[in-house]
């Protein structure tokens, strides 16, 4: 029986969180909000009290499921004796349902519109910051070039301003010339130390 009891309860309490939410959402029309006003429901103090209760509609968790999240503007609204008053008013009524519906018509338009906006702005911001972004390191590679000095073929280093600085340590290397002009120097010297030895 408890068991029964407690699935029959979970049944009931499906079926009225469908009746509260199919009603909440039908408090976007306000011919139906004239509609109760003219048969008198908002001067009864315990349909007042419903209409508070029903607020909880306004927290996210419920809010997700509403297809026309207008009504609860009108959930607000209704909470107010004047506008439960003025809602009798057949003219009143009208002029609230053209609002709502050029507020429907436009919505779309308006919606996208700022959209666009928005996202025209994160692009140019996003170019804004590429554009940073590559300048900051082509000044990073010049400053980088101009810093390190390039050796030559020298075996030199030349830096930024052209000027060339030799390396400290550097072997000396031999000119090349003419073969046989390098023997004959050869034989001259050896002549000349013979000729020195012949003398002393």
Known sequence: MNSYAAIESEELQKRRWQIELEFVQCLSNPNYLNFLAQRGFFKDQSFINYLKYLQYWKEPDYAKYLMYPMCLYFLDLLQYEHFRREIVNSQCCKFIDDQAILQWQHYTR???????????????????????????????????????????????????????????????????????????????????????????
Do not use: F, H
């Open 110 to 200: 308006k919606r996208i519109k700022l959209i666009e906006n928005v996202t025209a702005a994160q692009q140019q911001q996003q170019q804004l910051q590429q554009q940073q972004q590559q300048a900051n390191g082509m000044e990073a590679a010049t400053g980088g070039d101009s810093a390190a000095p390039t050796p030559n073929v020298n075996g030199s280093a030349s830096t930024a301003d052209g000027q060339q600085t030799s390396s400290a340590l550097q072997p000396v290397q031999a000119q090349p010339g003419n073969p046989q002009q390098q023997q004959q120097q050869i034989n001259g010297l050896a002549s000349g130390a013979n000729i020195k030895l012949e003398l002393n």
